[in-house]
C-alpha cells in the first residue's frame, strides 16, 4: 500500500482493480440491500466488546452505493460513528459483476410445500422453461427439485418488487422452519430438500434503487468483486471523530 498524492486516501498496489483506501461520512453512503436485523445486533455487540472494524466497506467511488457491508455500515450507524473505512473502486469497471444467490432449502419436499403457496398460485413447467422465465422476467421465482418444478408468474417489472415477491417465498419457508443456504450454483439438496431460483438484477438497477432509496432484501445480489482489502483494523474511536480531514490523517 503507498499513499496516494492527495490528502484522500491510500491507493492499494497490485490490485486486480483500482482501490483507494479512505474514510468517507457515513450519511454520503448508499445501501442496496436490507439489513438481517439478527445478524446486525450480532455485529453491534461484537463491536462494542471489540470496538475495532476488522473489513472496509466496498463502495462505488462515483454514487457512494455500497457494494459489500451493509451490516457493517448499519452497526457504525447504530454505535455513532461518522465515518466509515471504505474500499473506493469503480462499480462500472467490467471486472465487477453483479450475480445472484440460490436458495437450498432443505427439511421438506417439493410436494409438501406446494400447498403453503396457494394464495401466490405457482405453475408447473420443465427446468429449462423456468430459467427463461426469470430471465424474461415474466416470473419472480421458481423452486425446484430434481422430478418437479413450479414458477410463479408476474405482469410487475419493477426488479425491487420482483425481488421481495421471490423473499416472501423464502419468508414462507422460514416461517415452517426450514433449512436454508445461500449458494452460487444451483445445486440441489442430497435428500428432502429443493431450490429456490430469483430473478438477476443489473448494475443500472442497482445503482437506481441505491438513489431512490428504495433497497432490495437481503441476499438479493452477489458482487464479484476480483480484489477485496481485508484486515485494516480502524477503531471505532476514530471514527466517531467530528473532522473528517484530521480523522483521514490519521488513518
Avoid at 26 to 52: C, F, I, M, N, Y
Avoid at 229 to 247: K, Q
Wanted: charged share 30%; glycine share 4%; net charge positive.
Amino acid at each position: 500500500m503507498e499513499a496516494d498524492p492527495s490528502p484522500d486516501g491510500f491507493k492499494i498496489e497490485h490490485a486486480q482493480i483500482p482501490i483507494l483506501l479512505a474514510l468517507r461520512p457515513v450519511k454520503g453512503l448508499k445501501p442496496h440491500e436490507e439489513t438481517v436485523r439478527l445478524s446486525l445486533d450480532a455485529l453491534v455487540a461484537l463491536l462494542r466488546r471489540d470496538p475495532v472494524l476488522r473489513h472496509p466497506i466496498i463502495v462505488d467511488e462515483k454514487t457512494g452505493l455500497v457494494l459489500d457491508g451493509t451490516h457493517r455500515l448499519a452497526a457504525l450507524v447504530e454505535l455513532g460513528c461518522q465515518f466509515a473505512p471504505c474500499a473506493l473502486v469503480n462499480y462500472q469497471d467490467s471486472r465487477i459483476m453483479v450475480e445472484r444467490w440460490f436458495r437450498k432449502i432443505e427439511g421438506t419436499n417439493l410436494r409438501d410445500f406446494k400447498p403453503k403457496l396457494a394464495t401466490i398460485a405457482p405453475r408447473q413447467v420443465e427446468s429449462a422453461k423456468a430459467e427463461q422465465c426469470l430471465s424474461d422476467r415474466t416470473c419472480y421465482a421458481s423452486i425446484e427439485d430434481p422430478d418437479d418444478c413450479l414458477v410463479f408468474s408476474t405482469t410487475t417489472r419493477n426488479p425491487v418488487d420482483l425481488a421481495y415477491a421471490g423473499y416472501e417465498i423464502e419468508k414462507i419457508a422460514r416461517k415452517d422452519r426450514l433449512q436454508i443456504t445461500y449458494e452460487d450454483k444451483k445445486t440441489f439438496p442430497h435428500s428432502n430438500g429443493f431450490v429456490l431460483s430469483t430473478i438477476a438484477i443489473h448494475k443500472p438497477e442497482v445503482i437506481e434503487a441505491s438513489n431512490r432509496r428504495r433497497v432490495f432484501p437481503p441476499k438479493t445480489t452477489r458482487h464479484i468483486i476480483p480484489s477485496r482489502p481485508l484486515g485494516i483494523g480502524v477503531s471505532l474511536a476514530l471514527l466517531r471523530e467530528s473532522d473528517l480531514g484530521e480523522a483521514q490523517r490519521k488513518l
